[in-house]
């Protein structure tokens, strides 16, 4: 079955380091999103991609970056990592005709 | 730019019918989504609707939209303890190719 993975499920890190989390989908969807969740904002986007070669700026991307080198990869990089960006990271797929489907969410420390 | 709304909390008793509400500013919206959200998971699709749709019934889900004041509502009939969690509402649009979410309603079912 297709699916939505994504990697660590946990993860602590320092401040300052570089992190990646990966999300690997198998839909072959075009469109994929990330999202960080945080209580008392719901979700808020930081990236997304309509396809390969295709990277846009979501309301909180300060401080993060995508690159979309195939279709089922969209691996998210903080790049000096603040506690700020302690947060729980959601990564989502859809195409034009179907609704976004869901990692299971990787959780995010910094410390 | 595009923003989506929901009241952040709802609490009802077993049995009762609960009303979670939704407002959304992207008249380009193309599907509104309600995704519900259990303790420590993902985002689950619970149901969708397409923006020249007024209503669609799922069981004991109904989702009714107004277009005009771009208010979406999600229904749930004889709610139940397992019912209790966070629902959140989206929209999609296939100009922008953006996936926006709300804050997120927590639904509290009462015995």
């Known amino acids: 079955d297709a699916e939505i993975t994504q990697s660590p499920r946990h993860k602590i890190t320092e401040t300052g380091r570089q992190v990646t989390l990966a999300c690997h989908q198998t839909w072959n969807h075009n469109n994929m999103f990330w999202y960080r969740q945080d209580l008392g904002h719901g979700l808020r986007l930081i990236h997304y991609s309509y396809g390969v070669q295709d990277t846009n700026k979501g309301e909180v991307s300060d401080g993060y970056s995508v690159s979309r080198s195939n279709t089922e990869d969209l691996p998210l990089t903080l790049e000096s990592a603040a506690s700020s960006q302690t947060s729980v990271y959601f990564c989502?797929?859809?195409?034009?005709?179907?609704?976004?489907?869901f990692g299971q969410g990787t959780r995010l420390t910094v410390v | 730019g595009e923003d989506v709304e929901q009241s952040l909390f709802l609490s009802v008793r077993e049995g009762d019918s609960s009303v979670i509400n939704c407002t959304y500013t992207?008249?380009?919206?193309?599907?509104l989504y309600w995704y519900k959200q259990e303790p420590g998971a993902g985002l689950q699709l619970l149901t969708y609707?397409?923006?020249?749709?007024d209503m669609k019934q799922d069981q004991r889900l109904t989702v009714l939209l107004n277009k005009k004041d771009k208010h979406l509502s999600l229904r749930i009939a004889d709610t139940q303890t397992g019912d209790s969690a966070i629902y959140f509402c989206a929209e999609f649009s296939s100009n922008t190719g953006k996936l926006i979410f709300g804050q997120g309603t927590t639904l509290q079912v009462k015995p």
């Open positions: 992207d008249s380009s919206s193309t599907y």
């Open positions: 609707i397409f923006s020249n749709m």
């Open positions: 989502a797929s859809s195409s034009d005709r179907t609704e976004a489907f």
